[in-house]
Every structure is written in C-alpha cells, then in structure tokens.
C-alpha cells in the first residue's frame, strides 16, 4: 500500500482485473485521504490517444534523456499490455512500461507528473505492472536506476527491490544500480 503516514495515508486499493469485461483493462483505484482532498488513481493500458501526454510526462521527467514519441510507439507495439497509464481526474498523471525477458520482468520506464507526484501514482503503476508481470510468468522483476535518484531508489525498495550490483557508466554522466525484486 502506498503510504503510512502522509502523503498516501490512508490508501486502500481495488483491482478489478479479470472481471472487467475488458480484460486488456487494468484498473486499480486507490483513495486517498489527505485533509479532504481524495486521489483516485486509475491505471489502464496505452492508447494512442495517451501519447502527447506521455510525452509531455517524459519532457518532465527526463529532460534531455527523453525518450522519443518513436520508441514509445515501438513499445506500445511489442509489449502493448505492459504499457501502463496511470490518470487521475481524468487526465494522464504517470505511465509505466515494462517487457519480459530471459531473466524475468524489467521495468523499461516509469514517469510521473510533477504536479501528481507524491501521491501514490507510481505505486499504483508499478502494484498493477508487477501484478501483470508475475501472471505472465515472471519470477523476479529487475530495473536499473540512477545512483543519485532518491526518490526513485525510495520507490523501489519500499516495493521490495533490493539493490544487486552497481552499473559503471550506465548513464551518460552517472553510473546505475541494478534491483531486482523476487516474484512468489
Ligand atoms: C520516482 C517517481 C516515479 C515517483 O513517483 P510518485 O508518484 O511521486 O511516487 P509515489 O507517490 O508512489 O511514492 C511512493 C514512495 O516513493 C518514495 N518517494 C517518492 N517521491 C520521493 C521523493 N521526492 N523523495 C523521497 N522519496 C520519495 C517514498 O518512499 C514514497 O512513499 P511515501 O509516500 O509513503 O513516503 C517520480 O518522482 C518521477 O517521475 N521522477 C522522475 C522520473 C524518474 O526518476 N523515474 C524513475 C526512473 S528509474
């Protein structure tokens, strides 16, 4: 669950996968309660009508390592049910993707709004991506990281990944750290 303790205090979660009558649909809703303010985060697959905004999530995010629309279209083509949009309110707030490969799951990218961060929006991505993944057969998720990204680091091991080597140069000007989290 994301959050004990402000922000994402108070969360409970629901998923309606397999008794959606759309069943490339994930939709996890998690409610929030801060003062009076309540989130509802809903994750569902890409649509192509999602791309400006996942690009305008990247330019945020990334800034000049941003991915282009091209490799995004590349993606929602191979791996089009581990390409995961996260909106609340209506708009698109975050967006996950992740493939299958010999050693198991990876998460490829995870981007969330600035103005939704902090919110449990990546949780809710990445509780619905590992979900997916462990279905599909997956028994361990892997990702690599920034050294220096707190906030993500933060995410992951609140998750459950643990950090299994450090990537040397991995980043143009920043070495990456390996994390793996067991699927049971
Ligand atoms: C990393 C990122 C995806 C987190 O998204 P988010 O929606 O804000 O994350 P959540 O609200 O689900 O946060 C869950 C946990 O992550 C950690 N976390 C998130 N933001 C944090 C921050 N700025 N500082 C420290 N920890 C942070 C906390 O442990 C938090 O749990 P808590 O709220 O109970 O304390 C977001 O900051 C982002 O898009 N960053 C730029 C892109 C990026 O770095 N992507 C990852 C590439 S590997």
Redesign the pocket.
């Known amino acids: 669950m994301?959050?004990s303790?402000a922000?994402?205090a108070g969360v409970e979660g629901s998923d309606d996968i397999g008794v959606s009558h759309y069943p490339a649909i994930v939709h996890v809703v998690f409610l929030e309660t801060r003062d009076t303010i309540v989130f509802i985060v809903t994750v569902r697959v890409f649509e192509k009508s999602d791309l400006p905004g996942i690009l305008r999530i990247e330019r945020e995010?990334?800034d000049r390592d941003a991915w282009p629309r091209e490799l995004f279209l590349e993606y929602a083509a191979a791996v089009p049910d581990l390409f995961l949009v996260a909106r609340v309110g209506g708009r698109i707030a975050?967006y996950s993707i992740g493939c299958l490969t010999r050693h198991g799951g990876e998460i490829a990218s995870?981007?969330?709004r600035p103005v939704?961060?902090?919110?449990?929006?990546?949780?809710a991505l990445l509780r619905a991506m590992l979900r997916k993944l462990r279905r599909m057969g997956a028994q361990a998720v892997w990702?690599t990281?920034r050294r220096r990204?707190?906030?993500?680091i933060?995410?992951y091991r609140?998750l459950g990944f643990m950090r299994t080597s450090t990537v040397p140069n991995y980043y143009k000007n920043s070495s990456g750290w390996r994390m793996k989290m067991e699927l049971s």
């Open positions: 994301p959050g303790g922000p994402g995010s990334f975050g995870l981007g969330v939704h961060r902090q919110r449990g929006v990546a949780t990702l990281v990204n707190e906030a993500a933060h995410l609140k």
